[in-house]
């Protein structure tokens, strides 16, 4: 048995659970009145949803499958890889606040598509421009929920 995982998916279900039922009002007619708030719909109920059956399954497999011997980080590389994941990503949620969500996928994407993936820099452009443009018409122009723009969003629509 793993205690940590085993605690950590028992509060992911519980966030998952309260989640859900904070979105008990999914078929009432009435939405949110804030800009960008989508109220209690389908999308946060079933994506709390998905995130309790994936905290149930990792409970289960932690208290089945025996424990491994070597520990997670066992070596300093480990943590590095970790920190890899970590540091860039608390600096994306940073930059919001400037370079809006958009802006700060792009940025984020690129830096990953060059730095992790080490893909040549033509699919490191293009994927620092695709993916956003895709969030965008995805949310603002599909479901016309507006996320956090950028300091330059009067020119720019990002």
Do not use: C, H
């Not at 059956?53 to 943590?79: E, H, M």
Request: hydrophobic share 60%.
């Amino acid at each position: 048995m793993r205690p940590y995982q085993v605690g950590t998916a028992a509060a992911i279900f519980l966030i998952a659970a309260v989640a859900m039922f904070d979105s008990r009002a999914a078929w009432s007619p009435v939405r949110g009145t804030a800009p960008g708030d989508v109220g209690a719909s389908w999308y946060p109920f079933w994506t709390a949803a998905v995130m309790g059956l994936a905290a149930a399954g990792v409970a289960y497999r932690a208290l089945v499958l025996p424990q491994p011997k070597v520990g997670v980080f066992a070596s300093r590389s480990s943590v590095v890889a970790v920190l890899n994941l970590v540091l860039p990503m608390f600096l994306y949620a940073l930059s919001f606040q400037w370079l809006g969500f958009y802006l700060a996928t792009g940025v984020y994407m690129g830096f990953f598509a060059a730095y992790l993936g080490r893909y040549r820099f033509y699919w490191v452009i293009a994927t620092a421009v695709i993916t956003p443009l895709a969030i965008f018409l995805l949310f603002e122009v599909a479901f016309r929920l507006l996320l956090p723009k950028s300091i330059f969003y009067p020119g720019i629509p990002f």
